[in-house]
């Protein structure tokens, strides 16, 4: 009986051993994390103080009919060996959440001045436009505007996130984006397959409302002469050390390349 299928197994097996010591990780354990009391302190703030924002929308502009509303919340982390030469990556380990809201109304009246109401309601939270539209009227900004928060006397940063990573309150920056049409106009809403993403070790859907929301601005229009869809983005956490104290995260038993 020949001995070479043995020989082989034999010289392959150290080969075997340095590759999966080189190149995998214990990953981050996202789902522990996110059941933490430390990420539930973080993240019920987070979720109120921006449904505030949008209170204070509807009430300076009362007459906005909201349709619906979608949210996709998600964190994810990785940790990158250190003899990938092919990653271009300036932290060897990083973790991340970011929350994303859209909501669309509907209203009627006459366009102009609907905005222009709109964008009060939206500078009395800290809202204001940005970009080479910015200083067009509201009408002649193409149906479109992109907006920057900063904190304003009726709406400031939430409290107690002295301590959100990487260097508290002034990272929290959220941005906002409006789209509007009227009837006969297209929407621009449309399907993200990144919303639907499956779960893995690197990521993780903390919350997921998977609406149809695109099809949210003909609903509206339906019912109303005019539609407005309001995204909301927020980066809540970003941890660019999560391997050592005092934010270190929990990981995995077993190790496994980043990605999978």
Same mark, same amino acid.
């Given at each position: 009986?020949?001995?070479?299928?043995?020989?082989?197994?034999?010289?392959?097996?150290? %080969?075997?051993?340095?590759?999966?010591?080189?190149?995998?990780?214990?990953?981050?354990?996202?789902?522990?994390?996110?059941?933490?009391?430390?990420?539930?302190?973080?993240?019920?703030?987070?979720?109120?103080?921006?449904?505030?924002?949008?209170?204070?929308?509807?009430?300076?502009?009362?007459?906005?009919?909201?349709?619906?509303?979608?949210?996709?919340?998600?964190?994810?982390?990785?940790?990158?060996?250190?003899?990938?030469?092919?990653?271009?990556?300036? %932290?060897?380990?990083?973790?991340?959440?970011?929350?994303?809201?859209?909501?669309?109304?509907?209203?009627?009246?006459?366009?102009?001045?609907?905005?222009?109401?709109?964008?009060?309601?939206?500078?009395?939270?800290?809202?204001?436009?940005?970009?080479?539209?910015?200083?067009?009227?509201?009408?002649?900004?193409?149906?479109?505007?992109?907006?920057?928060?900063?904190?304003?006397?009726?709406?400031?940063?939430?409290?107690?996130?002295?301590?959100?990573?990487?260097?508290?309150?002034?990272?929290?920056?959220?941005?906002?984006?409006?789209?509007?049409?009227?009837?006969?106009?297209?929407?621009?809403?449309?399907?993200?397959?990144?919303?639907?993403?499956?779960?893995?070790?690197?990521?993780?859907?903390?919350?997921?409302?998977?609406?149809?929301?695109?099809?949210?601005?003909?609903?509206?229009?339906?019912?109303?002469?005019?539609?407005?869809?309001?995204?909301?983005?927020?980066?809540?956490?970003?941890?660019?050390?999560?391997?050592?104290?005092?934010?270190?995260?929990?990981?995995?038993?077993?190790?496994?390349?980043?990605?999978?």
């Amino acid at each position: 009986m020949s001995t070479r299928p043995r020989l082989i197994r034999i010289l392959k097996f150290p %080969f075997q051993l340095p590759r999966i010591a080189l190149l995998d990780r214990r990953q981050f354990n996202l789902l522990r994390w996110t059941r933490s009391r430390a990420f539930a302190d973080l993240h019920a703030p987070v979720v109120g103080w921006l449904d505030s924002h949008l209170a204070m929308i509807e009430r300076g502009a009362p007459w906005l009919d909201r349709v619906g509303i979608d949210v996709w919340d998600r964190c994810s982390g990785a940790i990158y060996s250190r003899f990938d030469f092919s990653l271009s990556r300036r %932290f060897r380990a990083t973790a991340g959440c970011a929350r994303n809201v859209i909501v669309v109304y509907g209203f009627d009246g006459r366009l102009t001045q609907r905005l222009d109401q709109i964008g009060e309601a939206l500078s009395a939270a800290g809202w204001e436009r940005t970009g080479p539209l910015a200083h067009k009227a509201w009408v002649d900004a193409g149906g479109y505007a992109v907006l920057e928060w900063q904190p304003s006397a009726a709406l400031s940063r939430p409290p107690g996130m002295d301590d959100v990573p990487p260097w508290g309150l002034a990272s929290l920056s959220p941005h906002m984006r409006l789209s509007w049409s009227s009837h006969g106009q297209a929407t621009s809403l449309r399907p993200d397959p990144n919303r639907t993403r499956s779960n893995t070790r690197n990521h993780l859907a903390v919350e997921g409302s998977n609406t149809a929301y695109w099809e949210l601005p003909g609903v509206a229009l339906e019912r109303h002469d005019h539609a407005l869809a309001v995204h909301i983005d927020l980066a809540y956490y970003q941890n660019t050390a999560p391997l050592g104290r005092p934010y270190r995260l929990p990981r995995h038993m077993l190790p496994t390349r980043a990605g999978r």
